[in-house]
Protein backbone atom coordinates (compact mmCIF):
# COMPACT_ATOMS: atom_id res chain seq x y z
CA UNK A 1 0.00 0.00 0.00
CA UNK A 2 0.91 3.78 -0.96
CA UNK A 3 -1.04 6.32 0.72
CA UNK A 4 -2.31 8.35 -2.65
CA UNK A 5 -0.99 9.17 -6.20
CA UNK A 6 2.06 10.62 -7.14
CA UNK A 7 2.97 13.67 -9.65
CA UNK A 8 4.42 10.60 -12.03
CA UNK A 9 1.67 8.53 -11.68
CA UNK A 10 -0.57 11.07 -14.22
CA UNK A 11 0.07 11.82 -17.72
CA UNK A 12 -0.74 15.18 -18.21
CA UNK A 13 -2.38 16.16 -21.43
CA UNK A 14 -1.90 19.63 -22.06
CA UNK A 15 -4.27 20.49 -25.15
CA UNK A 16 -7.21 19.35 -22.87
CA UNK A 17 -6.31 20.56 -19.35
CA UNK A 18 -6.66 16.93 -17.94
CA UNK A 19 -4.62 14.35 -15.96
CA UNK A 20 -4.97 10.98 -17.25
CA UNK A 21 -4.10 8.48 -14.30
CA UNK A 22 -1.90 5.55 -15.28
CA UNK A 23 -1.49 3.80 -11.89
CA UNK A 24 0.40 3.45 -9.00
CA UNK A 25 4.34 3.61 -8.85
CA UNK A 26 5.52 4.51 -11.79
CA UNK A 27 8.78 6.54 -11.38
CA UNK A 28 11.51 4.07 -12.13
CA UNK A 29 14.60 5.05 -10.58
CA UNK A 30 14.91 2.84 -7.33
CA UNK A 31 14.74 6.43 -5.40
CA UNK A 32 11.14 6.26 -6.29
CA UNK A 33 8.42 3.77 -5.44
CA UNK A 34 7.96 2.18 -8.52
CA UNK A 35 11.65 1.19 -9.47
CA UNK A 36 11.95 0.60 -5.67
CA UNK A 37 9.27 -1.68 -5.86
CA UNK A 38 10.38 -3.64 -8.74
CA UNK A 39 13.87 -3.58 -7.28
CA UNK A 40 13.56 -4.92 -3.96
CA UNK A 41 9.93 -6.12 -3.22
CA UNK A 42 11.27 -9.79 -3.56
CA UNK A 43 13.42 -8.98 -0.68
CA UNK A 44 11.28 -6.48 1.00
CA UNK A 45 8.36 -9.80 1.26
CA UNK A 46 11.38 -12.51 2.61
CA UNK A 47 12.53 -9.80 5.14
CA UNK A 48 8.69 -9.45 6.21
CA UNK A 49 8.26 -13.48 6.50
CA UNK A 50 11.33 -13.66 8.14
CA UNK A 51 11.10 -10.87 10.75
CA UNK A 52 7.17 -11.97 11.38
CA UNK A 53 7.63 -15.65 11.14
CA UNK A 54 4.62 -15.90 8.62
CA UNK A 55 4.07 -18.87 6.79
CA UNK A 56 3.26 -18.56 3.22
CA UNK A 57 3.21 -21.38 1.17
CA UNK A 58 5.57 -21.83 -1.72
CA UNK A 59 3.66 -20.74 -5.46
CA UNK A 60 2.28 -17.29 -7.48
CA UNK A 61 0.75 -14.85 -6.22
CA UNK A 62 -0.93 -11.91 -7.50
CA UNK A 63 1.07 -8.33 -6.80
CA UNK A 64 -1.79 -5.37 -6.45
CA UNK A 65 -0.60 -1.93 -6.01
CA UNK A 66 -2.65 0.45 -4.39
CA UNK A 67 -3.06 3.68 -2.86
CA UNK A 68 -6.17 3.93 0.26
CA UNK A 69 -6.73 7.05 -1.17
CA UNK A 70 -6.74 7.22 -5.14
CA UNK A 71 -6.90 11.17 -5.66
CA UNK A 72 -3.33 13.03 -5.75
CA UNK A 73 -3.55 14.56 -1.96
CA UNK A 74 -0.06 15.87 -2.83
CA UNK A 75 -1.28 18.33 -5.54
CA UNK A 76 2.22 17.45 -7.37
CA UNK A 77 0.81 18.01 -10.67
CA UNK A 78 -0.41 21.23 -10.16
CA UNK A 79 2.85 22.92 -9.23
CA UNK A 80 6.42 21.96 -9.15
CA UNK A 81 9.14 22.35 -6.40
CA UNK A 82 9.45 20.48 -3.18
CA UNK A 83 6.77 18.10 -2.08
CA UNK A 84 4.55 20.34 0.52
CA UNK A 85 4.49 17.34 3.13
CA UNK A 86 2.27 19.54 5.66
CA UNK A 87 -0.12 20.04 2.71
CA UNK A 88 -0.22 16.64 1.59
CA UNK A 89 -0.84 15.29 5.08
CA UNK A 90 -3.81 17.54 5.87
CA UNK A 91 -5.47 16.72 2.53
CA UNK A 92 -4.67 13.40 2.82
CA UNK A 93 -6.38 13.75 6.61
CA UNK A 94 -9.31 15.26 5.20
CA UNK A 95 -10.67 13.57 2.52
CA UNK A 96 -9.48 10.32 4.56
CA UNK A 97 -12.22 11.42 7.26
CA UNK A 98 -15.17 12.78 5.03
CA UNK A 99 -18.11 10.93 6.24
CA UNK A 100 -21.49 10.18 5.04
CA UNK A 101 -25.15 11.31 6.29
CA UNK A 102 -24.71 8.08 7.93
CA UNK A 103 -21.64 8.82 9.80
CA UNK A 104 -19.82 6.17 7.40
CA UNK A 105 -16.30 7.19 6.22
CA UNK A 106 -16.28 7.38 2.36
CA UNK A 107 -12.91 6.52 1.56
CA UNK A 108 -12.17 4.20 4.16
CA UNK A 109 -14.98 1.91 3.05
CA UNK A 110 -14.15 2.21 -0.33
CA UNK A 111 -10.59 1.47 0.54
CA UNK A 112 -11.77 -1.47 2.59
CA UNK A 113 -14.15 -2.92 0.55
CA UNK A 114 -11.34 -2.82 -2.73
CA UNK A 115 -9.11 -4.71 -0.38
CA UNK A 116 -11.55 -7.23 0.37
CA UNK A 117 -11.93 -7.85 -2.69
CA UNK A 118 -8.80 -9.18 -3.63
CA UNK A 119 -8.90 -11.72 -0.61
CA UNK A 120 -4.96 -10.70 0.64
CA UNK A 121 -2.93 -13.01 1.81
CA UNK A 122 -0.02 -10.32 2.78
CA UNK A 123 -0.55 -6.81 3.11
CA UNK A 124 2.39 -4.30 3.52
CA UNK A 125 1.33 -1.02 4.83
CA UNK A 126 3.82 1.20 3.46
CA UNK A 127 1.95 4.66 3.57
CA UNK A 128 4.52 7.52 4.73
CA UNK A 129 5.29 7.64 8.33
CA UNK A 130 2.96 10.17 9.15
CA UNK A 131 -0.34 8.92 7.28
CA UNK A 132 0.80 4.65 8.05
CA UNK A 133 -1.30 5.12 11.34
CA UNK A 134 -4.47 6.23 9.86
CA UNK A 135 -4.52 2.95 7.47
CA UNK A 136 -2.64 0.54 9.84
CA UNK A 137 -5.92 1.30 12.52
CA UNK A 138 -8.62 0.01 9.29
CA UNK A 139 -5.85 -2.82 8.58
CA UNK A 140 -5.88 -3.99 11.89
CA UNK A 141 -9.53 -4.74 12.16
CA UNK A 142 -9.76 -6.40 9.11
CA UNK A 143 -6.88 -8.06 7.63
CA UNK A 144 -3.09 -9.27 8.42
CA UNK A 145 -1.00 -6.43 7.86
CA UNK A 146 2.83 -5.70 8.33
CA UNK A 147 4.50 -2.23 8.70
CA UNK A 148 7.41 -1.08 5.72
CA UNK A 149 8.79 2.50 5.19
CA UNK A 150 7.07 3.86 1.75
CA UNK A 151 9.90 2.50 -1.28
CA UNK A 152 10.91 6.07 -2.52
CA UNK A 153 14.28 6.46 -1.43
CA UNK A 154 14.00 4.01 1.79
CA UNK A 155 13.77 0.54 0.23
CA UNK A 156 16.99 1.44 -1.67
CA UNK A 157 18.88 3.06 1.47
CA UNK A 158 17.85 -0.45 3.34
CA UNK A 159 19.13 -2.56 0.60
CA UNK A 160 22.37 -0.12 0.66
CA UNK A 161 22.79 -1.26 4.29
CA UNK A 162 22.11 -5.04 4.05
CA UNK A 163 19.23 -4.89 6.15
CA UNK A 164 17.20 -6.42 3.45
Known sequence: ??????????????????????????????????????????????????????????GNYNFIIMNPIQFQTSLGSIYTGRLQVGLRDKIWTNIWTIQDSNG??????????????YKPKLVINSCTDNLKGNVRNLLNNNFSSYDMKHPANNWYNMAKQNII
Open 1 to 58: LLESPHRSEYRNIKIYNRLIPIGPAQGGSVKEAGGAIKNYINRIINYIILQNSINLNN
Open 104 to 117: VYILQKDFENRLKG
